[in-house]
């Protein structure tokens, strides 16, 4: 076996990269010693990730962040002056379940510290009831941004595919003259198309159908705010402030923990609709799904959509026989695990294997695949549930 040789650059390269990596405890093996920016780096890594318990000669990795605000807050600069916001983001959320820093996010000079994202608008919802007032404005700021940021991502592409849903629902078989969508008549038709007279024989017409103006779906979102469902919470709030901006659906946005909370009235700005829950608490599903069951008119038109963890701290066959029901009288019903980018979700699966037998399979979704699901339960073709593998 035969190695390619590395030159001495390379070589340093990678002695850097390690000892950066594995921290400079005399048993990293690396002996390089760090000047300079790396050492400023390496520095801001010892303090969220050293050992706090093991002090060591020169210095001291196990420094940590203490409880000191300033201190935080010139941790925070460092590591956005070093690294890229994605990994700022990460190392705010370790900082936060590491060194316990929830409660310096209730200080406004902290909020404007950090590098905002979906994790810490989460935090900063668990953190409502006990955010002082003066402290308000700025976490508020702090959500509104990030909202905004996820609405000029999410909207558009959400909108398009939502009205082509919309619109392929609504076609008509048997059209008006004045109602035939010419152009995808053309395309329905083009195997009937004759050479000889240089023509399409329209066998089928597809019409854009005369309700078209009108309110043509319903659709509920029913989430769960247990602590766990946080970046989910986010992610539903502005997904339904831009549903309820399409005139063609009739959205309502209701949260839950043991109580059930209806927020639709607040969906013209989601940020209201966020301060408006309340992260953490118990779960009870059935009381949430019998709320919304009483707010379905047209079943036949209507989506309901369950975002949960499904476990439930209610009577869980009452829940199986809501949705039974619901599916009966032709509700369209989508059950999400999760609406989050952060991986495969803990849930029960006990009642996960229970809705699927319903016909109602339970899913983890990210953010991107939200609007093709609600495509597909609109137009009532199968859902696209990703590849748990």
């Not at 970046?231 to 946005?253: C, E, H, K, Q």
């Amino acid at each position: 076996m035969t190695t390619e040789p590395v030159d001495a650059d390379t070589a340093q390269e990678r002695l850097r990269r390690w000892r950066l990596v594995l921290g400079g405890d005399p048993a990293d093996g690396t002996r390089h010693v760090l000047a300079g920016q790396d050492a400023a780096m390496d520095g801001a890594l010892t303090a969220l990730y050293g050992k706090r318990d093991t002090p060591r000669a020169g210095r001291d990795r196990s420094a940590g962040l203490g409880a000191s605000a300033p201190a935080v807050a010139r941790w925070l600069g460092d590591i956005r002056t070093y690294f890229p916001s994605s990994v700022v983001q990460i190392m705010q959320r370790d900082a936060i379940d590491r060194l316990g820093l929830a409660t310096l996010l209730l200080e406004p000079e902290m909020l404007e510290a950090v590098e905002a994202d979906v994790h810490l608008v989460g935090t900063l919802l668990s953190l409502n009831r006990a955010m002082p007032e003066t402290t308000k404005e700025t976490a508020r700021a702090v959500v509104r941004k990030v909202v905004e940021d996820l609405e000029k991502r999410l909207a558009t592409r959400t909108r398009a595919t939502l009205t082509g849903a919309l619109d392929r629902s609504a076609r008509i078989s048997r059209p008006r003259h004045h109602d035939i969508d010419w152009n995808r008549t053309i395309a329905a038709n083009l195997k009937h198309y004759l050479p000889e007279y240089r023509t399409i024989v329209p066998e089928r017409l597809v019409g854009y159908g005369r309700a078209s103006r009108s309110v043509k779906k319903e659709v509920v979102l029913c989430v769960d705010q247990s602590g766990s469902m946080a970046a989910s919470v986010v992610y539903a709030s502005v997904f339904g402030a831009v549903l309820a901006s399409m005139r063609s659906i009739d959205t309502r946005l209701v949260v839950f923990d043991t109580a059930v909370v209806d927020l639709t009235d607040q969906l013209d700005d989601p940020v209201d609709v966020l301060f408006g829950t309340q992260l953490g608490g118990g779960t009870d599903i059935n009381r949430a799904l019998a709320y919304c069951q009483s707010q379905i008119t047209r079943p036949t038109e209507t989506v309901v959509v369950l975002i949960s963890d499904l476990y439930e701290g209610g009577i869980r066959d009452e829940m199986l026989k809501r949705v039974a029901v619901m599916k009966a009288a032709g509700v369209q019903f989508v059950t999400l695990l999760a609406l989050s980018d952060e991986g495969a979700p803990a849930y029960d699966r006990e009642h996960a294997a229970a809705l699927a037998a319903l016909d109602a399979p339970a899913f983890a979704c990210t953010p991107d695949l939200f609007p093709e699901v609600m495509a597909a339960a609109i137009e009532k073709r199968p859902l696209p549930v990703p590849d748990a593998g």
